[in-house]
């Protein structure tokens, strides 16, 4: 298949692109034909131990290699310690190994091992860290000098020579080259063209590709760096194999790489040698995860991704009549989704995008031709629904499998127990989960889900923030499997070998030096993911931590997720005597602290004062008999003069509508702050205080209505331009319906008054002109 050269006639190198269906086919067929008696991959090397899994595996999958040892999290080693090496069934690396498993033939990857590439991106993140860490320093210790002092540091620095680093060669892009030279300004258009879309029986392409390759790589100059290495070791694993004495020796790469490796001769072993020489390694083990066609995709990011990896699976798994299949599918699916498609519609669609591809002189019509015909056919132009077929068919979302023998860590063992056995199954797409906690294998899921969020493990997240609080025996949930959960998995080993151990033992490691919001949220999940020998220990240190934390900022935003747990504890069964006690600890303490935490507040720190505010109001609530003290502490407080005026506003409108005052003397208080003698900012900030939330009391309470109305009819044009930025952040808030529906209670309490005031302005004739004549055809059009 490759040009042989200087004795390399046992090898035949195949340059292929890591994704792609034409790609895959041409590997399959030139094995057949090579009839290889071993193969050679590019890949990691750590994965040679598992290549015998290949015959369970169902793609998409990825080869997983991660540090032996668990590190801590949030270092270096736990940000760069593992990598992925994807694989599609389009991929040709993947056809290779099928190939090679279901023929008995010996493979073996022959990439740079991924304990080397691993440790060297541990080393440039670490070098990364000290040298944030040393530069910040050292600003803080130019803050603290002269300006003179800063002037001879910043002359010092300057004259200080860079550091060296690795040099880096730009390397052209290969595929755009060979793209322009062959008239095409689009390479991906080009690649898809010459190789993709490639039938079977057609000649092999892989001599051709080699030696453009060549080409370019000649214009380019040698490879240096990383990319030398990766070659370097790639030509010496390749001579290892000829020396063990196999004769027909099949090596799949990247296109870039295959002269490297075809031209084995032509680079010294004394060079490779000196190349691989003391690299840095670390300890690392091999395993197979599901991937999936999202994470193949280059929207997500991935360096060797598809645009489209739907539409390539496609090619690949139907390679006769894939327009006509495709379109069909897209049909299948509007109908599905209530849209009248016919089989005229097909055939029609068929038609355009082979008539574009005639046009655009493409041998078979692509992924823009059979979008364009979907939108322009079957879709009758209506963007919308041209987005739900694109949407789902071109990235084609799937989930990979792995079988039960795979190599993993306890901890992953127990869970996929645990999914089987609540037949829980982890797919690539989101599904919505509704749970009822009264039906014990519901509340077993949702234990689950609440353990595997304590792990970082986020496969559900709850779709409503508020079900907490709303005390029903319902859950609502998001699902979603990312491959990376495996690395979480992976990481939140050492706590544990399954869910429950490695949870609670998470739990227990956070809560020794959290503050306090963070142990009662700590709490509040010990009680939903049912982590019984965690919740003492949190418990104790809830205690302590809340009987010395005077910052009430602190006090108040622990005091809901304890209150929640203390008054629905007991639907999962717990005991929320303890929680409720520590819990009245809180709000007692908030009471007291209350008002000397509110002086001196800005407008941003009064906003957050005023969430914690609710926050505190809805958590005293569900304490029931607990409140009263805090509303006591609220009376208190609006009673006195140095509030900030959005907490004076908030305070006051919770204590109507919880009726603790007269609505005369919430008229009264109102007046004394839209009086002349109160600042109108701080009547402003008032008024954005008392109506956060709802402004429909204005539409029920005409005579506050008429009080905020004649204040603002009083302001000077110079004082109401001032609040108008607050006011505007007021009613701005509100929806449409609510704005609408106080601007009529304004009308109505006029009595038509304003409405009649109102000077006409004359209608300008020459202006109206071309509106009326636009709207004059446009009826004349209708009757015709």
């Known amino acids: 298949m490759g040009r042989p050269r200087q004795g390399t006639d046992k090898v035949s190198v195949l340059g292929v692109r890591h994704h792609g269906p034409g790609s895959a086919r041409a590997v399959a067929a ?47 080693r736990s940000k760069e310690g593992w990598g992925f090496w994807p694989f599609a069934s389009f991929s040709p690396e993947w056809a290779a190994l099928v190939h090679a498993h279901g023929r008995g033939v010996p493979v073996r990857f022959c990439d740079l091992p991924a304990a080397h590439t691993i440790a060297e991106r541990i080393e440039r993140a670490e070098a990364a860290e000290e040298e944030a860490a040393q530069k910040e320093a050292a600003a803080e210790e130019s803050a603290e000098k002269g300006a003179a002092e800063k002037e001879d540091a910043r002359q010092e620095e300057d004259a200080r020579p860079a550091p060296q680093s690795e040099p880096r060669r730009v390397r052209t892009d290969p595929l755009g080259v060979l793209a322009e030279a062959a008239g095409y300004d689009d390479a991906e258009r080009w690649w898809d063209d010459v190789v993709e879309q490639r039938g079977d029986g057609e000649p092999s392409p892989f001599p051709a590709i080699a030696d453009a390759m060549a080409a370019v790589r000649a214009e380019s100059g040698p490879e240096t760096g990383r990319d030398a290495r990766r070659e370097a070791h790639m030509r010496q694993t390749l001579r290892a194999v000829l020396k063990e004495g196999y004769e027909r020796v099949a090596v799949v790469c990247g296109a870039w790489h295959a002269p490297a490796l075809r031209d084995l001769y032509d680079y010294p ?34 360096g060797a991704g598809v645009t489209s990896p739907g539409w390539y699976h496609h090619l690949f798994t139907a390679p006769d009549l894939p327009i006509h299949r495709w379109l069909t599918d897209a049909a ?27 046009l655009r002189g493409r041998p078979l019509a692509g992924i823009d031709e059979v979008s364009e015909a979907v939108t322009a056919v079957l879709c009758e132009g209506e963007q919308s629904r041209a987005a739900l077929v694109h949407g789902r068919m071109v990235i084609g979302e799937r989930l990979g499998s792995v079988p039960p023998d795979t190599p993993m860590v306890p901890l992953q063992r127990d869970l996929m127990a645990a999914q089987k056995r609540l037949r829980l199954k982890p797919e690539a797409f989101d599904r919505d989960l509704d749970l009822d906690l009264r039906k014990e294998s519901q509340r077993e899921r949702s234990v689950l889900l609440h353990r595997l969020r304590v792990l970082g493990v986020e496969w559900g997240v709850p779709r409503a923030a508020e079900h907490h609080s709303k005390g029903t025996f319902r859950e609502s949930w ?110 007692a303490r908030v009471c007291v ?16 004062f005023v969430r914690a505010i609710d926050q505190t109001h809805g958590a005293a609530t569900l304490l029931d008999g607990d409140a009263h003290g805090w509303t006591e502490a609220l009376e208190s407080l609006a009673r ?38 109160t600042e109108p900012t701080r009547a402003a900030a008032w008024l954005e205080g008392f109506l956060q939330g709802s402004g429909l009391i204005l539409v029920h309470d005409e005579r506050l209505l008429g ?78």
């Not at 108040?556 to 929320?576: E, H, K």
Request: charged share 25%; hydrophobic share 45%.
């Open 478 to 587: 998001r699902l979603r499997w990312d491959p990376d959960m495996d690395v979480a998995l992976i990481e939140a080993a050492p706590w544990g070998t399954t869910v429950v151990s490695a949870a609670t033992a998470r739990v227990v490691e956070v809560a020794a030096d959290a503050e306090l919001p963070t142990l009662t949220a700590l709490t509040e999940q010990c009680l939903f993911a049912e982590l019984g020998d965690a919740l003492p220990d949190v418990l104790s240190l809830l205690t302590d931590r809340a009987a010395t934390d005077s910052d009430i900022t602190h006090l108040m935003s622990a005091l809901p997720p304890l209150a929640r747990s203390a008054r629905y504890g007991n639907v999962r069964g717990t005991d929320g005597a303890h929680l409720r006690a520590v819990a009245r600890q809180l709000l």
């Open 30 to 76: 030139a094995l057949d034909e090579i009839k290889p008696d071993i193969v050679l991959i590019e890949g990691p090397p750590e994965a040679d131990a598992i290549t015998s899994l290949v015959g369970g595996l169902e793609p998409p999958v990825a080869l997983l290699v991660h540090l032996a040892d668990t590190p801590k999290a949030g270092t270096a």
């Open 640 to 677: 006195r003069d140095q509030v900030p005026g959005r907490i004076a506003g908030r305070v006051n409108r919770i204590l109507a509508d919880a009726g603790r005052i007269t609505t005369e003397e919430l008229h009264r208080r109102l007046g004394l702050t839209m009086s002349p003698g």
């Open 332 to 358: 299948r699916l509007l109908r599905e989704e209530g849209q009248p498609v016919s089989s005229s519609h097909v055939i029609e669609g068929v038609r355009l995008a082979e008539s574009l591809a005639v």
């Open 707 to 784: 009080l905020i109305d004649s204040w603002l009819l009083s302001l000077s044009e110079e004082r109401f331009v001032a609040i108008l930025p607050l006011l505007r952040r007021t009613f701005g808030a509100f929806g449409a319906a609510e704005r609408q529906e106080i601007g009529t209670a304004i009308t109505r309490a006029d009595g038509g008054r304003t409405t009649t005031a109102r000077v006409r302005r004359p209608v300008d004739t020459r202006r109206a002109a071309p509106a009326v004549a636009a709207v004059t055809a446009l009826l004349e059009g209708s009757r015709a």
């Open 269 to 302: 072993i004394k060079d490779d040698a000196a190349l691989l020489k003391g690299l840095p390694r670390v300890r690392t083990t091999a395993t197979w995860v599901p991937w999936t066609h999202g994470r193949l995709a280059t929207a997500s990011g991935y």
């Open 593 to 608: 602290g209350l008002a000397p935490a509110v002086r001196g507040l800005d407008d941003d720190a009064a906003a957050r």
